[in-house]
């Protein structure tokens, strides 16, 4: 980012958290309607341009210098919502394509991917962005950009990065016409040796068959 990009972020913070807070706002309401599951053939596609969207705010996060809170301990903000159903819907929605293979640090040398769910994903982001709104909310602006960019940098940054290469991944196998073998890929709940952690749909498939209307690639 250039000098004078960062130095009008400075000189305009009002329009900077106006403009952050929209994008939180934006996505925590489209991730709830697609939670509703109103239109499951345009879930992935859809999902896979919130993400994205999201992840423009968490960069400009991140390229922002250290947002220094105004009180020295951070203010309640009451009970959490629950996003329980929000992710069991999530799941239901997204199965078998909830479950992909991640590495959480590439930095870390021959670090073994681990199982993650699409759905956990979403819904621990948007508890992360909830938080940061419950500030802003009530009035707590540099509370609330505090927690945004603290959280981006240690929990909902790398999370969303993780599920979007997942969406990306599923949208380009459709498009690219490269479907998946059978996702033999492990349950986040189950052992890592036991057939109960296979999903036993074939991937490539229900992708087909649940994606591909939406980008214009599915067979009569």
Known sequence: MSDATLNSIK????????????????FIVSVAEVAR?????????????????????GGR?????????DERYEPDVGPEPDVDEMRMRLATLLEPVDVYSEVFDPYVPRTAPVACRISDDLADVVTDLRHGMAHYRAGRVTEALWWWQFSYLSNWGPTA??????????????????PLDELNGLDTDSDADGDDGKLEA???????????????????
């Open 161 to 178: 990065s993780a599920a979007l290469r997942a969406l990306q991944s599923l949208v380009a196998h459709v498009r690219l016409d490269t």
């Open 202 to 220: 074939e991937a490539g498939k229900v992708m087909a068959a649940e994606i591909g209307a939406p980008l214009g690639l599915k067979n009569a």
């Open 37 to 57: 599951g109103d239109d499951p053939d345009s879930a992935v596609p859809y999902l896979l341009l919130e993400v994205s969207q999201l992840l423009l705010a």
């Open 11 to 26: 000189d305009a913070p009002d329009d900077f958290a106006v403009q952050i807070s929209d994008q939180v706002e934006s």
């Open 61 to 69: 996060l991140g390229a922002h210098e250290d947002i220094v809170p």
